[in-house]
């Protein structure tokens, strides 16, 4: 999770949300922190700016047709956000809700969510928007893939162990 939350995300015209063949195996929701190298994914956002917020893409573009474009040595989650399907084995995955959006939304938020949210072609699959709506989506640009830093709170959010009531108890001994 980035430290930054207080920029606002630039947004995109909506189009839809990622197509893939339709068959009894594929997954009714996809991940907004998905895996890169899923053979469905595709590029949600670019991070951007020394805020490191995603500025989400008008159409998805197949993660396989990018990934080789990257320099040699760039983690692709260090620059690129990437969609998946939501699948039960998610170390994040609890019965049908994903425990990773819960402990994103106990993080306090920098700015007021009264705000417009993000424009993007995956909120009509999006397992964190069908879980916790508008608020899922107003913290959704400042979530890393992965964390280049060494950063406790971030760590502890990326942990599936992690509950939010661990996260809150922890937010407060910071403070």
């Known amino acids: 999770m980035g430290s930054d939350q207080t920029a606002a995300a630039r947004t995109v015209a909506p189009v839809a949300a990622p197509t893939t063949t339709a068959s009894?195996?594929?997954p009714a929701t996809w991940c907004p922190s998905g895996e890169a190298r899923a053979p469905e994914?595709?590029?949600?956002?670019v991070r951007s700016g020394s805020d490191g917020q995603v500025v989400y893409l008008a159409d998805p573009v197949?993660?396989?047709?990018?990934?080789?474009t990257l320099p040699q040595g760039i983690e692709p989650t260090r620059v690129l956000r990437f969609a998946s399907h939501c699948v039960s084995a998610c170390a994040n995955r609890r019965g049908d809700d994903c425990s990773l959006v819960e402990r994103v939304l106990t993080l306090p938020s920098a700015t007021a969510?009264?705000?417009?949210v993000p424009r993007c072609h995956l909120?009509?699959?999006?397992?964190w928007w069908q879980q916790s709506g508008v608020a899922a989506c107003h913290r959704c640009p400042a979530v890393t893939t992965?964390?280049?830093r060494?950063?406790?709170?971030?760590?502890l959010v990326a942990d599936p162990s992690t509950t939010p009531?661990?996260?809150?108890?922890?937010?407060?001994?910071s403070a």
């Not at 994914?41 to 956002?45: F, K, P, T």
């Not at 969510?113 to 417009?116: L, Q």
């Not at 060494?150 to 760590?155: G, N, R, S, V, Y």
């Not at 009531?165 to 001994?173: C, F, M, P, S």
């Open 24 to 26: 009894a195996a594929t």
């Open 150 to 155: 060494e950063d406790e709170l971030a760590t």
């Open 41 to 45: 994914s595709v590029v949600l956002g």
């Open 123 to 127: 909120r009509a699959r999006c397992q």
């Open 62 to 68: 197949p993660a396989s047709e990018v990934l080789g």
């Open 165 to 173: 009531e661990q996260l809150a108890a922890w937010i407060a001994d």
């Open 146 to 148: 992965a964390t280049f």
């Open 113 to 116: 969510d009264t705000r417009a």
